[in-house]
């Protein structure tokens, strides 16, 4: 646990045990599949607070959160996994035309990355390389052999898949990264915003790693990237945007 956590108000969740205190309004608990109003997490505020489109309507009609549209909306505590858990469950709103649009629109950018990474393999042979080292503070991908750099990629953190709990997490809201190599990703959460697709604003939901190379290809379409590098660890896998590339 992070030292920035410490204001966070502790309960036991009957589920999840000593849990982090969250505040969700009780039409998200009732019913978590639906669009969630809130802010974007931050490093000192990882589950901000929620309300639902009809305590939005209060809130938008005062323009802020005041005396007399507070205790119109109901309140409740909740964990932070509960949290979590149901927003991710609120992906399930996607359907109809926009679902039809956003499977669409996924298998395209995906027909593209895989193209895009063969003319990178191609063009670099990236397997052939002893081995790869990435540094956020540069922000780049070195392949070597040797101790001598043969290839040199300038890269961005798209998100990371979790093999543990199963999850996409969004490199907008890993604040264990670099802010350096988390921030132009922030435009995929744009263009989600713009279509309506919860899958790029959610900052972490239950996923299949096909989930994630799905979510890779999308940032490689908007952002018009060369190509993604994954770069495993033990429990997971982060994606690598591949902006730049050239040999060393
Ligand atoms: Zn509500
Ligand atoms: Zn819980």
């Not at 920035?4 to 205190?21: I, N, R, S, V, Y």
């Not at 989600?192 to 959610?202: I, K």
Request: net charge negative.
């Amino acid at each position: 646990m992070s030292e920035e956590l410490d204001e966070f108000d502790e309960l036991d969740c009957a589920q999840h045990g000593k849990a982090h205190t969250t505040y969700v309004c009780e039409h998200l608990i009732a019913e978590p599949v639906q669009k969630w109003h809130c802010d974007y997490p931050d490093a000192n505020n990882p589950w901000p607070d929620a309300w639902c489109a009809v305590c939005d309507a209060h809130y938008q009609a005062a323009g802020e959160w005041n005396e007399s549209n507070e205790n119109l909306v109901p309140i409740k505590l909740l964990c932070h996994s509960c949290y979590e858990d149901a927003r991710s469950a609120s992906l399930g709103r996607m359907n109809g035309a926009l679902l039809t649009k956003w499977n669409d629109f996924l298998d395209t950018c995906y027909e593209d990355l895989q193209k895009k990474n063969a003319q990178l393999n191609q063009e670099f042979d990236l397997g052939s390389h002893k081995r790869y080292d990435w540094d956020q503070a540069s922000g780049e991908l070195v392949f070597s052999n040797n101790g001598v750099a043969a290839v040199i990629a300038k890269i961005d953190f798209i998100g990371s898949y979790s093999s543990k709990t199963d999850t996409w997490l969004w490199a907008w809201a890993n604040f264990h990264l670099l802010v350096n190599v988390r921030t132009s990703v922030q435009a995929v959460r744009d263009f989600g915003e713009l279509h309506d697709y919860p899958c790029l604003t959610t900052p972490k939901w239950a996923a299949e790693k096909v989930n994630a190379w799905e979510m890779a290809a999308v940032a490689a379409s908007v952002l018009n990237a060369r190509g993604v590098y994954q770069s495993p660890f033990e429990g997971g896998a982060s994606f690598l945007l591949i902006r730049e590339i050239s040999s060393a």
